[in-house]
C-alpha cells in the first residue's frame, strides 16, 4: 500500500473579492486569484502589494475581512492553518521553519497528521515523496547541515508528505543562485505533471516567464492582471507593478582609496557552508567588490569572518591594518545585510527600536537624549527615505513584509539620517535587495554605488549576477572555499562567470 497521500488531478482553488485591512491600511480590495491543478500560479507586485497577505489568506493564516474562497466549488473558508493544511493546502514561508537540529524525518514528525505516529513511517513517507517528486534531499541528518537549495526542497518534500495538493511557496529562489533555480524549478515542473497546483510569490519576473503558466499582478493591494503569462515578458509585467521605471543614475567617477578591510590568508569553517582554506581579499576605499558563487562556496562564511562573526582558525582580518574583531568592526563604522535578514533585525522590537539597536554598542551617546516624538520622527523619517511601508516606527518588525523587513535593515545599516550614523567606511552585503521589488532594488543598488562614490569600501555577495555586473568594479568567484576568478568587471563575461562558478579558475579558463 503506498505511503504517500494521493495527489488528487482536477481540484480548482478559487478565491474571489478577497480584502483584508490593517488598521488605515487597505492591503487587499477586491482582489480574484484561481489556482489550477498541474500549474504554477505567479504573484508578483511591489512589497507592500499585498502579495504576503493574500498567500497567508489562502493559507489559513490570516483572517480575509472578505472573501469568497471554493476548493471545486465547495466552500472552503479555513479558521486556522492547520485546517487548510487538513484540506491539502499548506505554504512554505519565505524564512523556512524548519526544526535545523531535526532531520527532515523528525520534522515531518512535528507538523505531521495523528496517522504518522512513528520514525520509520514518516521516513518511509518522505522517501516515496522525494522519488515522486524526483528530489534528492538526505532525509536523516541534521536540516541545519543542508545547503539553502535542499532546505528549500526539503520543506517542500514536508509540505508534500503532510498532505499538500495546493502549495504556496513565498520567494522560494530569493536566497538561490541560477544553477540552483533551474534545479528548483525542473522540480516544480515535476509537481505540476503530478496534478500539484503552485502558487509562487515572486520579485525576480524573468521567473515569471520561466515557469509559470498563470499570473497574477498586484499593485497596492489591488489585481491589475489575472490570467496566462503566454505574451507577457518581465518589462511588461514591471510596467503593470509599477509603470515606467527612471533610468538608474550615472556614476560618478571614482578614484581607490587605501585597502580598509582585509582578510590575510584565512582558514575558517563553518557547518552549511564550504570551509574557507587560505582566503586573502582586499577591499579598498571607493571600490565595489562583486562575490558571485553557487550556494555553499564560501561567500556566506566569507562576509561572517569579515563581520568579525566567525573567527578564522588561521589568518586574520585586518581594519586599517590592525587586527579587530566584531565590536571593533562594529565601532569602525562596519555595516552588515546578512543573507538572512533574522540574523540583524529583533523581530518582536519595533522598527524604531530596531533602527537604535546597535547605538550602544557602536559608541554613540547624544548629549541631550531626544524626546519619544523626536525619536519618533527621526526614525520615521528615515523609514520614508528606504521607503519602508508603513513607515511607523512604532509597529514591530514582525508586523512588516519580508521585503519591508529588508529595507528596514538596509535603513539602518546604510542610512544617514539617524543619530550616530553616517556613510560606513565598509559595506558588507549579502544579496542586499532579495525579497525586493525593482523600484526599491534599484534605490538600494544607487545607495550602495553613492557609498563608494562617498569612499566607502562596498563588498556585494549575490545570487543574482545581473545585481552584481550593475554595481561592481571587479568580480571575484569563489569555489569550494577558495576564490578562483578576480576579474575587473568588463572582463566579467556570463561565460566567464558561469565557468569560474562550476570551478574552473582564471589560469584554466585562458589556457
Same mark, same amino acid.
Given at each position: 500500500m503506498?505511503?504517500?497521500?494521493?495527489?488528487e488531478?482536477g481540484?480548482?482553488?478559487t478565491?474571489?473579492s478577497?480584502?483584508?485591512?490593517f488598521g488605515a491600511v487597505?492591503?487587499?480590495d477586491?482582489?480574484?486569484i484561481?489556482?489550477?491543478?498541474g500549474?504554477?500560479h505567479?504573484?508578483?507586485?511591489?512589497n507592500?502589494a499585498g502579495?504576503?497577505t493574500?498567500?497567508?489568506?489562502?493559507a489559513?493564516?490570516e483572517?480575509?475581512d472578505?472573501?469568497?474562497?471554493?476548493?471545486d466549488?465547495e466552500?472552503y473558508?479555513p479558521?486556522?492553518?492547520?485546517?487548510?493544511?487538513?484540506l491539502?493546502i499548506?505554504m512554505?514561508p519565505?524564512?523556512?521553519?524548519?526544526?535545523?537540529?531535526?532531520?527532515l524525518?523528525?520534522?515531518l514528525?512535528l507538523?505531521a497528521?495523528?496517522?504518522?505516529?512513528?520514525?520509520?513511517?514518516?521516513r518511509a513517507?518522505?522517501a516515496?515523496t522525494l522519488?515522486?517528486?524526483?528530489?534528492?534531499?538526505?532525509i536523516d541528518?541534521?536540516?541545519s547541515s543542508l545547503?539553502?537549495?535542499?532546505?528549500?526542497?526539503?520543506?517542500?518534500v514536508?509540505?508534500?508528505?503532510?498532505g499538500?495538493?495546493?502549495l504556496?511557496?513565498?520567494?522560494p529562489?530569493?536566497s538561490?543562485?541560477p544553477i540552483?533555480?533551474?534545479?528548483?524549478?525542473?522540480?516544480l515542473?515535476?509537481l505540476c505533471?503530478?496534478?500539484?497546483?503552485i502558487v509562487?510569490?515572486?520579485?525576480r519576473?524573468?521567473?515569471v516567464s520561466?515557469?509559470?503558466?498563470?499570473?497574477?499582478?498586484?499593485?497596492h493591494?489591488?489585481?491589475?492582471?489575472?490570467g496566462?503569462?503566454q505574451?507577457?515578458?518581465?518589462?511588461?509585467?514591471?510596467?503593470?507593478m509599477?509603470?515606467?521605471?527612471?533610468?538608474p543614475?550615472q556614476?560618478?567617477?571614482?578614484?581607490?582609496g587605501?585597502?580598509v578591510?582585509?582578510?590575510v590568508?584565512?582558514?575558517a569553517a563553518?557547518?552549511?557552508?564550504?570551509?574557507l582554506?587560505d582566503?586573502?581579499i582586499?577591499?579598498?576605499?571607493g571600490?565595489?567588490t562583486?562575490?558571485?558563487?553557487?550556494a555553499?562556496?564560501?561567500?556566506?562564511?566569507?562576509m561572517?569572518v569579515l563581520?568579525?562573526f566567525?573567527?578564522?582558525?588561521?589568518?586574520q582580518?585586518l581594519?586599517?591594518?590592525?587586527?579587530?574583531?566584531a565590536v571593533?568592526?562594529?565601532r569602525?563604522h562596519?555595516a552588515?545585510i546578512?543573507?538572512?535578514?533574522?540574523e540583524? @533585525? /529583533?523581530p518582536?522590537?519595533?522598527a524604531? !527600536?530596531? $533602527?537604535? *539597536?546597535?547605538?550602544?554598542t557602536a559608541?554613540?551617546r %547624544?548629549?541631550?537624549?531626544?524626546?519619544?516624538?523626536?525619536q519618533r520622527?527621526r526614525?520615521?523619517?528615515a523609514?520614508?527615505?528606504f521607503?519602508?511601508?508603513p513607515?511607523d516606527?512604532?509597529?514591530?518588525a514582525t508586523g512588516l513584509s519580508?521585503g519591508?523587513q529588508?529595507?528596514l535593515?538596509?535603513?539602518?545599516e546604510?542610512?544617514t539620517?539617524?543619530?550616530g550614523?553616517?556613510?560606513p567606511r565598509?559595506?558588507?552585503?549579502?544579496?542586499?535587495?532579495?525579497g525586493?521589488d525593482l523600484?526599491a532594488a534599484?534605490?538600494?543598488?544607487?545607495?550602495l554605488?553613492?557609498?563608494?562614490e562617498?569612499?566607502?569600501a562596498? @563588498? /556585494?555577495?549575490?545570487?543574482?549576477?545581473e !545585481?552584481? $555586473?550593475? *554595481?561592481a568594479?571587479r568580480v571575484?568567484v569563489m569555489f %569550494?572555499?577558495?576564490?578562483?576568478?578576480d576579474?575587473?568587471?568588463g572582463?566579467?563575461?556570463t561565460?566567464?562567470l558561469?565557468?569560474?562558478m562550476?570551478?574552473i579558475?582564471?589560469e584554466?579558463?585562458n589556457?
Amino acid at each position: 500500500m503506498s505511503t504517500t497521500p494521493f495527489i488528487e488531478t482536477g481540484r480548482v482553488l478559487t478565491a474571489r473579492s478577497v480584502s483584508k485591512s490593517f488598521g488605515a491600511v487597505r492591503a487587499l480590495d477586491d482582489v480574484e486569484i484561481v489556482v489550477r491543478p498541474g500549474r504554477v500560479h505567479a504573484i508578483v507586485g511591489e512589497n507592500g502589494a499585498g502579495k504576503s497577505t493574500l498567500a497567508k489568506i489562502l493559507a489559513g493564516i490570516e483572517q480575509p475581512d472578505h472573501a469568497v474562497m471554493s476548493i471545486d466549488s465547495e466552500p472552503y473558508t479555513p479558521s486556522d492553518r492547520a485546517t487548510a493544511r487538513a484540506l491539502g493546502i499548506n505554504m512554505v514561508p519565505q524564512q523556512l521553519s524548519l526544526v535545523g537540529e531535526l532531520s527532515l524525518a523528525e520534522n515531518l514528525l512535528l507538523v505531521a497528521p495523528e496517522r504518522i505516529a512513528r520514525r520509520a513511517h514518516a521516513r518511509a513517507m518522505l522517501a516515496e515523496t522525494l522519488s515522486l517528486a524526483g528530489v534528492d534531499v538526505n532525509i536523516d541528518v541534521p536540516t541545519s547541515s543542508l545547503g539553502q537549495a535542499h532546505r528549500q526542497l526539503g520543506e517542500i518534500v514536508v509540505a508534500l508528505a503532510e498532505g499538500a495538493r495546493t502549495l504556496i511557496l513565498d520567494e522560494p529562489t530569493a536566497s538561490l543562485g541560477p544553477i540552483e533555480v533551474g534545479g528548483l524549478f525542473a522540480h516544480l515542473r515535476a509537481l505540476c505533471e503530478l496534478g500539484t497546483g503552485i502558487v509562487l510569490i515572486t520579485h525576480r519576473l524573468d521567473e515569471v516567464s520561466d515557469v509559470a503558466d498563470d499570473v497574477t499582478v498586484l499593485s497596492h493591494g489591488v489585481d491589475v492582471h489575472n490570467g496566462p503569462t503566454q505574451d507577457l515578458d518581465a518589462r511588461r509585467i514591471a510596467q503593470l507593478m509599477v509603470g515606467d521605471l527612471p533610468a538608474p543614475a550615472q556614476r560618478a567617477p571614482r578614484e581607490l582609496g587605501e585597502v580598509v578591510l582585509e582578510a590575510v590568508e584565512v582558514t575558517a569553517a563553518a557547518a552549511r557552508d564550504s570551509p574557507l582554506t587560505d582566503v586573502s581579499i582586499e577591499l579598498r576605499a571607493g571600490e565595489i567588490t562583486g562575490i558571485a558563487g553557487v550556494a555553499g562556496s564560501g561567500q556566506n562564511l566569507l562576509m561572517d569572518v569579515l563581520a568579525g562573526f566567525v573567527s578564522p582558525a588561521t589568518g586574520q582580518v585586518l581594519l586599517d591594518g590592525r587586527p579587530a574583531g566584531a565590536v571593533d568592526l562594529l565601532r569602525g563604522h562596519v555595516a552588515w545585510i546578512p543573507e538572512e535578514r533574522s540574523e540583524s @533585525l /529583533v523581530p518582536n522590537l519595533s522598527a524604531g !527600536e530596531n $533602527l537604535d *539597536v546597535y547605538r550602544h554598542t557602536a559608541g554613540f551617546r %547624544a548629549p541631550t537624549p531626544p524626546s519619544r516624538a523626536e525619536q519618533r520622527r527621526r526614525h520615521e523619517a528615515a523609514m520614508r527615505e528606504f521607503d519602508v511601508r508603513p513607515a511607523d516606527a512604532t509597529l514591530a518588525a514582525t508586523g512588516l513584509s519580508g521585503g519591508n523587513q529588508q529595507k528596514l535593515l538596509v535603513a539602518r545599516e546604510l542610512g544617514t539620517g539617524l543619530p550616530g550614523s553616517g556613510t560606513p567606511r565598509v559595506v558588507l552585503a549579502y544579496g542586499p535587495t532579495q525579497g525586493l521589488d525593482l523600484r526599491a532594488a534599484q534605490a538600494i543598488r544607487e545607495r550602495l554605488i553613492t557609498c563608494a562614490e562617498q569612499g566607502a569600501a562596498v @563588498l /556585494v555577495a549575490s545570487h543574482d549576477l545581473e !545585481e552584481i $555586473l550593475e *554595481v561592481a568594479d571587479r568580480v571575484l568567484v569563489m569555489f %569550494a572555499g577558495r576564490i578562483v576568478t578576480d576579474l575587473p568587471v568588463g572582463d566579467a563575461t556570463t561565460d566567464r562567470l558561469g565557468s569560474a562558478m562550476a570551478g574552473i579558475t582564471t589560469e584554466e579558463q585562458n589556457s
